[in-house]
């Protein structure tokens, strides 16, 4: 079975600094990972995906992501918070099985980014 | 490009009411799937479609849930009878290819928010 856990409920940056939302993944088998944002009354937006290749992925809004196989990690981070970027953070995984492409998500990171 | 189409996008019922939701995905997109986001979780694969048939409903409780695609374009996902902890967010999500397409993105719809009380 595949899961990803996002050890942190709530993230808190000021603006300008550098944001980091952490997130691991247990799977059996090569992960692809994503990174989708959350606004109030909204669906998931597509931030960025790892499939192979570059362990460093650059996606939309200057979010960047890092792949660590050894750590199991796919953290994501921007290097200067604003803050409309405050959200709420969803890390997703998929396994290649059978045709089951369907995305198994953490819990969600509530990133607030002050003024 | 037009995105995932949902309606309703706000659904108040009662317990053992029945409630349908509607989900047209990106014109094209073959894989449709039906998520259930509860309030403060991930959200969860309900069913999952390519074309017209079932891929994956492991997880779609069939004694009060059921779900159809029948032309392979627009599907309905429907509760009957709705309990208490059914409330949630119904995110309805496509990507354009079949099969052998498992790096392909999602493309997620604005959800339908049902409380039943």
């Known amino acids: 079975a595949q899961s990803v856990a996002q050890p942190e409920d709530q993230v808190n940056v000021a603006e300008g600094n550098p944001l980091t939302v952490k997130c691991t993944y247990s799977?059996?088998?090569?992960?692809?990972l994503f990174w989708y944002v959350q606004y109030p009354n909204r669906g998931l937006q597509f931030l960025l995906k790892?499939?192979?290749?570059?362990?460093l992925v650059k996606g939309s809004y200057g979010f960047e992501a890092e792949f660590n196989k050894s750590q199991t990690s796919f953290h994501l981070k921007k290097p200067s918070a604003l803050v409309s970027d405050s959200a709420l953070y969803f890390c997703?995984?998929?396994?290649?099985?059978?045709?089951?492409?369907?995305?198994?998500f953490g819990s969600g990171t509530r990133l607030q980014v002050q003024p | 490009e037009a995105g995932v189409a949902q309606s309703p996008r706000y659904k108040i019922i009662e317990k053992r009411q029945s409630v349908a939701f509607w989900c047209n995905p990106i014109?094209?997109?073959?894989?449709l799937y039906w998520y259930q986001q509860i309030l403060g979780q991930g959200p969860k694969l309900l069913i999952q479609?390519?074309?017209?048939?079932?891929?994956?409903d492991s997880q779609l409780p069939k004694d009060r849930f059921s779900a159809e695609r029948l032309k392979g374009v627009d599907s309905t996902l429907k509760i009957q009878p709705a309990k208490l902890e059914d409330s949630a967010v119904y995110l309805c999500?496509?990507?354009?290819?079949?099969?052998?397409?498992?790096?392909?993105?999602?493309?997620f719809g604005p959800g339908t928010r049902l409380t039943v009380l």
């Open positions: 999500a496509s990507t354009l290819l079949g099969s052998g397409g498992a790096t392909d993105t999602q493309y």
């Open positions: 799977v059996s088998g090569n992960p692809y």
């Open positions: 790892y499939i192979t290749g570059d362990n």
């Open positions: 997703a995984v998929r396994v290649m099985d059978t045709g089951r492409r369907a995305l198994t």
């Open positions: 014109s094209g997109h073959a894989t």
């Open positions: 479609f390519q074309n017209n048939g079932v891929v994956d």
